[in-house]
C-alpha cells in the first residue's frame, strides 16, 4: 500500500497479516530533495537514518519513479538496461544502523558534461532488514525522491494528443483531454475549460481535472517528462446535441498555451439537461449587504437562458417561511426594471431593486427572497428560482439554543438528532459535532450533525441537525458534548446525557 505526500511517499508494505509490530522500525529524513544544477556538476546529499531500538542492517536499492495515465504514481525497481541514468547514482546499498544513534549515509550524483538538459527522478528505497525473531511483524519502507533538474536552455512542449466529448456514469457529456508532455523536463500543469456556441458566445467555464487530482484535492498535476495523463471536465449546461466551439487553457510552469477544437456532441449515448434546469441560470442566489438607518442600496440580480427556447420571466418576492414580521425587508424594496421580461436563448437578463432602509429601523439582520418564475412559450411555469437577501443594520447577535435532543436506533444504525433554534437576530447556517463519552469516561467517538435543510436560518426557526453515531448500550449511561457551529465558526457549546 502506498501512501504519497506532496514532498515524498511512504511505502508501507505488509509482509502478512500480524499479530505484533515490531518496535525496531527507523524512519528516515529528508523524504525528498530537489536540485538544479549544470551539467558537469556533483551533488552529495546525506541522508540520516534513525533507528529503533536495535541494531539493524538498511538495505538501499535504486528504483524508477513512473506515472499512469490516472496522473497516479508509482515505483518500479530499476531495470539498468532501461534506465540509463542509474550509472549517475552512487549510494551504499547497505548500512549499519546502531539503536539509538542516528547514522547518515551519503548519496552522490555525478551530472556528465554532456548530460541532456531536463529533469531526472530517482527512487532510493530504504528498508530494514527487521528480525522478528519468528514473530509477524511489519515492514515499513520508505521511498525516497532525488529529483535533479539539469539547467540550460529550456524548451518545454505540451500538446493535446486526443480530445473527446464521452458520456459518464448518468450518460452526461464529459470532456476528456490527453495532456503530453513531450518536453524534457516534468511540468506542473492545470487546465481551464471554456465552452462557446457555434457564434462564439460563451455557454460556461469549467476545470479539468486527473483522477490524481480529484483524489488528492489538488488544483494541478504534476506531469512527468515523456508521460500522457488524462484531464477530464464535466460541463453543467452543454445544452443538447449539436456542434460547439472548445477552448483549453493549458497552464503550465508559468506558460499557457491555448487549444482550440470543434467539437460535435451526437445525441444518441448522452443524457442532457432538461429545459427546466437550463431556462433560468442565477448569477448568484444570495446578497448580504451591510447598511445604516436610512442608507438606499441598489442592485442587480443577473440570470442568463441557457436553453434553446425564448422563456418568460416574472420577477417577484416573499419572506421566508415563518420569518417574523419584524425581520421582514419586503416593504423596503421597490422593482426597478418591468416585472416582467422575454429572454431569449444565449441571452442574459437583470432584475434591478433597490432597498430603501428606515431611518428608525432597530439593529439586526432583516431578510427577504426575490422570486423569479420562469415560463414556457405556453405560459407553462418551467421553474422557479429564489434569491436570499439580507440587510444587516448595526450589530449583529449570533446565538442558538438547544430544543431537544434523540437517540434511536434504526436497522443496525445509531441515529442522533438534535433541534435548534436560533434566538440571535441574524441568520445561521449551522451544523453540529458530538462527542460521546461512556460511564467510565472512555470516549465512543465524534460524530458530524448535518441540518435537514441547506436555508438559512433565519431568527427565531428551527432545525433539526442529524447524523450517524455509535449503536450504544441502553443500558449504560453516556454524556454528551455537542458543539454547535455556524457555517465554520464555533457558535456555542451543550452538555447533557443519553438514557
Given amino acids: 500500500m502506498s501512501i504519497t505526500t ?22 528516515v529524513t529528508p523524504l525528498s530533495v530537489e536540485k538544479f544544477v549544470r551539467a558537469g556538476e556533483t551533488v552529495t546529499e546525506t541522508f540520516y537514518i534513525i533507528p529503533g531500538n536495535t541494531t539493524q542492517q538498511v538495505s538501499i536499492e535504486l528504483f524508477q519513479l513512473v506515472q499512469d495515465t490516472s496522473g497516479n504514481f508509482n515505483y518500479e525497481k530499476v531495470d539498468p538496461s532501461s534506465f540509463l541514468y542509474s550509472n549517475w547514482i552512487q549510494y551504499d546499498s547497505l548500512v549499519t544502523v546502531p539503536a539509538g544513534t542516528t547514522t547518515a549515509t551519503q548519496v552522490k550524483i555525478n551530472i556528465p558534461l554532456n548530460a541532456p538538459f531536463g529533469t531526472y527522478n530517482f527512487i532510493l528505497m530504504f528498508t530494514p532488514q527487521v528480525e522478528t525473531s519468528g514473530q509477524l ?14 539547467e540550460g ?9 486526443d480530445l473527446q466529448v464521452v458520456p459518464d456514469e448518468g450518460q452526461r457529456p464529459t470532456v476528456l483531454a490527453s495532456i ?72 503550465y510552469s508559468n506558460r499557457q498555451k491555448v487549444f482550440n477544437f470543434n467539437i460535435t456532441v451526437p445525441e444518441e449515448g448522452f443524457s442532457f439537461s432538461q429545459l427546466e434546469e437550463l431556462a433560468l441560470v442565477l448569477d448568484q442566489s444570495e446578497f ?74 432597530e439593529e439586526g439582520g432583516y431578510y427577504g427572497k426575490i422570486v ?14 429564489e434569491v436570499n437577501i439580507e440587510l444587516i443594520i448595526g450589530k449583529v447577535e449570533y446565538d442558538v439554543e438547544l430544543v431537544s435532543t434523540n437517540y434511536e436506533v434504526v436497522e443496525g444504525i445509531g441515529i442522533f438528532s438534535a433541534v435548534v433554534k436560533n434566538v440571535g437576530n441574524g441568520y445561521l ?9 461512556n460511564s467510565k469516561g472512555v470516549s465512543i467517538g465524534v460524530f458530524e450533525l448535518l441540518p435537514s435543510s441547506e436555508e438559512w436560518l433565519v431568527p427565531e426557526k428551527e432545525v433539526l441537525l442529524l447524523g450517524e453515531v455509535s449503536v450504544l448500550d441502553k443500558n449504560e449511561e453516556y454524556s454528551y458534548i455537542l458543539t454547535i457551529y455556524n457555517k465554520e465558526s464555533k457558535l456555542k457549546i451543550f452538555e447533557g446525557t443519553l438514557f
Fill in 180 to 251: 503530453f508532455n513531450d518536453s524534457s523536463f516534468d511540468l506542473v500543469v492545470s487546465i481551464e475549460g471554456v465552452l462557446r456556441d457555434q457564434k462564439g458566445k460563451i455557454i460556461e467555464r469549467f476545470p479539468l481535472k486527473s483522477q490524481y487530482m480529484e483524489k488528492n484535492n489538488l488544483s494541478a498535476q504534476r506531469i512527468l517528462k515523456g508521460n500522457k495523463v488524462i484531464f477530464y471536465g464535466k460541463p453543467k449546461y452543454l445544452l443538447s446535441p449539436g456542434d460547439y466551439k472548445l477552448t483549453l487553457f493549458v497552464n
Fill in 137 to 150: 511483524g511489519i515492514i515499513i519502507r520508505y521511498a525516497i525522491r532525488v529529483t535533479i533538474h539539469v
Fill in 429 to 437: 447556517i449551522p451544523k453540529g459535532s458530538l462527542s460521546i463519552v
Fill in 6 to 27: 506532496k514532498n515524498a511517499s511512504l511505502i508501507i508494505i505488509f509482509s502478512v497479516l500480524f499479530f505484533l509490530i515490531s518496535f525496531s522500525q527507523i524512519s
Fill in 372 to 385: 423569479l418564475n420562469v415560463y414556457d412559450e405556453a405560459d407553462n411555469l418551467l421553474a422557479q428560482k
Fill in 153 to 161: 536552455m529550456t524548451v518545454t512542449q505540451i500538446n493535446i494528443e
Fill in 288 to 361: 448580504s449587504f451591510t447598511l445604516y438607518p436610512g442608507a438606499v442600496k441598489s442592485f442587480v440580480v443577473g440570470f442568463q437562458n441557457l436553453s434553446n427556447k425564448n422563456v418568460t420571466v416574472k420577477v417577484g418576492a416573499k419572506d421566508f417561511p415563518g420569518l417574523d414580521k419584524k425581520y421582514s425587508l419586503l416593504s423596503w424594496l421597490t422593482l426597478r426594471s418591468p416585472a416582467t421580461m422575454i429572454v431569449y436563448p444565449q441571452r442574459s437578463g437583470r432584475a434591478i431593486l433597490s432597498v430603501n432602509v428606515p431611518k428608525d429601523v
